[in-house]
């Protein structure tokens, strides 16, 4: 029988998968960049023995705290059995491998917990910046800070309401992956005002009300996507597809897990107004 894991049992496990993603954190920190591999997968992304390390940590760490519930990671898709119709974690252990190759500090480790299609709790880790921001949809989101193992408090977050007349949306850009139908949706905004962030962190963003509205209308995979989705959606925002219609995980198994697009939302009414 499969397993169904709802907004209370997934409060149960949140302690338990932040230590899991910041321990997968620190084995990327211990990788020295400047002498690591990195190889290239079929799509042209590249792939690290950092991402592998993270990868491993999270499928030793999941197997032991909830081993009867499929995962779905981005190293590890030949395992996948799709469609997942019940609750599954998504995973992507580097997102933002190019930023981690480059030296920057904008990397994240991404973890959710997706139920009947829909992610309901989020973590989304920036090893090297200290912070994670995570969230169970219809609890709320918070930013934890950490310094190593050693693990902070939570501080509740929410995203911001829409920009008043005459005041200007910030809108979350990516460092790597521009594209011109999202460069014209930012320029539709009044007076937008850009703000180039690396990863998954622009989800942090939205989610802790420092960004508006993070548009991407080019295709990434649903692991990129589902915990910052969570996140958002916890604190208050909503992440919709290119139409402002809702997304769905966990279902694309015959088109390699793609979202074509997607829009995250800080003001959850601003998609009414697109």
């Known amino acids: 029988m499969k ?40 799509d042209g992304s590249p792939v690290t023995e950092a991402d592998l390390a993270a990868d491993r940590i999270i499928a030793d760490g999941l197997a032991e705290l909830a081993g009867d519930v499929p995962t779905l990671s981005e190293e590890r898709t030949q395992l996948a059995s799709p469609p997942f119709r019940d609750s599954f974690f998504l995973i992507d252990p580097l997102d933002g491998t190019k930023e981690f190759v480059a030296g920057r500090d904008e990397f994240t480790v991404n973890l959710a917990l997706v139920t009947r299609g829909v992610p309901l709790l989020g973590i989304v880790s920036a090893p090297a910046l200290g912070q994670l921001w995570r969230g169970i949809v219809g609890r709320g989101a918070e930013r934890v800070t ?38 014209a949706f930012i320029d539709a905004r009044p007076n937008a005002v850009r703000r180039t962030v690396g990863s ?3 989800f942090g963003r939205i989610a802790e009300g420092t960004a508006d509205i993070y548009p991407r209308f080019g295709p990434t995979s649903e692991w990129d996507v589902g915990a910052g989705c969570a996140v958002v959606t916890a604190a208050g925002g909503r992440v919709t597809d290119g139409k402002g219609g809702e997304l769905r995980f966990g279902e694309r198994g015959d088109t390699g897990f793609i979202i074509p697009e997607f829009i995250a939302w800080g003001d959850a009414q601003a998609v009414r107004l697109y």
Do not use: C, Y
Request: hydrophobic residues 45%; proline residues 4%; without cysteine.
């Open 146 to 183: 950490f310094d190593g193992a050693v693990i902070g408090a939570a501080e509740p977050i929410h995203t911001r309401k829409l920009p008043g007349q005459g005041e200007p949306w910030v809108a979350a850009v990516s460092r790597s992956h521009g594209d011109k139908k999202s460069e």
């Open 3 to 42: 397993r169904i894991i709802d907004a209370e049992a997934a409060a149960g496990l949140m302690e338990s998968l932040t230590v899991l993603v910041v321990q997968a954190g620190e084995a990327i920190l211990a990788v020295n960049r400047a002498a690591m591999r990195v190889d290239g997968k079929q």
């Open 200 to 202: 998954a962190v622009k």
